[in-house]
């Protein structure tokens, strides 16, 4: 490759990433339709094995994909509205376990000088905030519904989800060989080489990882519901949404579960089926859920993990959390192509 080629391909980089940070906003329909296709390619591919045409084993799954859908919202939604409910009722009997056990324990460990929470003032913060962004939400929706611009931009990227979703999985393999024939000949080997570690890898992170947090999400509602924790569900899902950055998610878990267990039963020995729960989903997120669904293909370091969710969000906002795995995958399987080629290189081998 020459020098101005090189240069080419940095521009090129330079300017996509530049749209990619102005255009944020107006992509992240376009990441989620995506992700949801890339989810649904490989049944997509299987129905097709059974003499269905691609368009009909797309409906197949586009259905299947949209009952899943909604039946998880009317599962989940009001059961998950009752236990923020039964939290923000709680909020008063958390104070008074931080008043009563949490703070004296503390001043006498290390001799800190902490007050006690006054749950009455919170209560107040909160109503007066509450009052303040009511008055707020009523002024901007008095406002959106004279111009309703706002609406039918959010209606807009709500509908283009299942569109887009739909044509990508139709057309995913037709676009993927149409990429392909537009590759230089004397790259496309390299290019549909590094293309197959990067779908191998990509795979193993949207799939593989999509559903070892479901599957976490639920290991830990049932087993927490089993322990009689009124907040089963809540803390349950939210640690399994939360489990794609390593440890994050038990130990988020782990920590309110273990409040929410004191504040509801009122003895230490409570936090042993808690712990126990914890326990077990982490392990059986070790020895069986990574290894069947994700397996070693993705290989980045925990640390690599947190900067690349961080990195992500501070340059692109939710988009950039969105992303940020896939696109540290990607990059990691190229930084491989790269090292291999400077390990045989003369640079390298010669002393």
Same mark, same amino acid.
């Given at each position: @490759? !020459?020098?101005?080629?090189?240069?080419?391909?940095?521009?090129?980089?330079? *300017?996509?990433? /530049?749209?990619?940070?102005?255009? !944020?906003?107006?992509?992240?329909?376009?990441?989620?339709?995506?992700?949801?296709?890339?989810?649904?390619?490989?049944?997509?591919?299987?129905?097709?094995?059974?003499?269905?045409?691609?368009?009909?084993?797309?409906?197949?799954?586009?259905?299947? @994909?949209?009952?899943?859908?909604?039946?998880?919202?009317? #599962?989940? =939604?009001? %059961?998950?509205?009752?236990?923020?409910?039964?939290?923000?009722?709680?909020? +008063? &009997?958390?104070?008074?376990?931080?008043?009563?056990?949490? =703070?004296?324990?503390?001043?006498?460990?290390?001799?800190?000088? =902490?007050?006690?929470?006054?749950?009455?003032?919170? $209560?107040?913060?909160?109503?007066?905030?509450?009052?303040? &962004?009511?008055?707020?939400?009523?002024?901007?929706?008095?406002? $959106?519904?004279? !111009?309703?611009?706002?609406?039918?931009?959010? #209606?807009?990227?709500?509908?283009?989800?299942?569109?887009?979703?739909?044509?990508?999985?139709?057309?995913?393999?037709?676009?993927?060989?149409?990429?392909?024939?537009?590759?230089?000949?004397?790259?496309?080997?390299?290019?549909?080489?590094?293309?197959?570690?990067?779908?191998?890898?990509?795979?193993?992170?949207?799939?593989? %990882?999509?559903?070892? @947090?479901?599957?976490? /999400?639920?290991?830990?509602?049932?087993?927490?519901?089993?322990?009689?924790?009124?907040?089963?569900?809540?803390?349950?899902?939210?640690?399994?949404?939360? !489990?794609?950055? +390593?440890?994050?998610?038990?130990?988020?878990?782990? *920590?309110?579960?273990?409040? &929410?267990?004191?504040?509801?039963?009122?003895?230490?020995?409570?936090?042993?089926?808690?712990?126990?729960?914890?326990? $077990?989903?982490?392990?059986?997120?070790?020895?069986?859920?990574?290894?069947?669904?994700?397996?070693?293909?993705?290989?980045?370091? +925990?640390?690599?993990?947190?900067?690349?969710?961080?990195?992500? /969000?501070?340059?692109?906002?939710?988009?950039?959390?969105?992303?940020?795995?896939?696109?540290?995958?990607?990059?990691?399987?190229?930084?491989?192509?790269?090292?291999?080629?400077?390990?045989?290189?003369?640079?390298?081998?010669?002393?």
């Amino acid at each position: @490759m !020459s020098d101005s080629q090189k240069w080419l391909v940095f521009a090129f980089i330079a *300017v996509a990433a /530049g749209l990619i940070y102005l255009l !944020s906003p107006v992509l992240m329909p376009f990441a989620f339709a995506a992700m949801l296709a890339y989810l649904g390619d490989p049944l997509t591919d299987k129905l097709e094995t059974y003499r269905l045409s691609r368009t009909n084993a797309v409906v197949v799954v586009f259905f299947v @994909m949209t009952l899943i859908f909604v039946l998880a919202l009317l #599962l989940l =939604i009001p %059961q998950l509205e009752y236990q923020v409910e039964r939290f923000l009722s709680s909020l +008063p &009997a958390y104070a008074a376990w931080v008043n009563e056990t949490v =703070i004296p324990w503390l001043k006498r460990r290390f001799h800190l000088g =902490i007050k006690p929470i006054d749950i009455n003032q919170i $209560i107040n913060v909160i109503k007066s905030h509450w009052e303040q &962004a009511g008055g707020i939400a009523a002024t901007a929706m008095t406002s $959106i519904s004279h !111009s309703g611009g706002v609406i039918a931009e959010w #209606l807009m990227n709500l509908l283009l989800i299942p569109v887009v979703t739909f044509y990508l999985l139709r057309d995913w393999d037709s676009l993927v060989a149409k990429v392909h024939d537009l590759l230089p000949r004397r790259f496309a080997d390299t290019a549909s080489k590094l293309a197959g570690e990067v779908d191998t890898v990509l795979s193993a992170f949207v799939r593989g %990882q999509f559903y070892v @947090m479901l599957a976490l /999400g639920c290991i830990y509602s049932i087993g927490l519901w089993i322990t009689g924790l009124d907040l089963a569900l809540l803390i349950g899902m939210l640690a399994g949404l939360v !489990s794609f950055v +390593p440890y994050l998610g038990s130990i988020v878990g782990i *920590v309110m579960a273990c409040i &929410a267990a004191m504040v509801q039963f009122h003895e230490l020995i409570s936090l042993v089926p808690v712990v126990i729960v914890f326990m $077990i989903g982490q392990a059986l997120e070790g020895m069986v859920l990574t290894p069947m669904l994700v397996g070693d293909k993705i290989g980045l370091h +925990p640390v690599a993990v947190m900067f690349a969710v961080m990195a992500g /969000g501070q340059l692109f906002g939710f988009l950039g959390i969105l992303l940020a795995l896939p696109v540290a995958s990607v990059i990691m399987v190229l930084l491989r192509h790269v090292h291999d080629l400077y390990r045989y290189s003369d640079f390298y081998s010669q002393k």
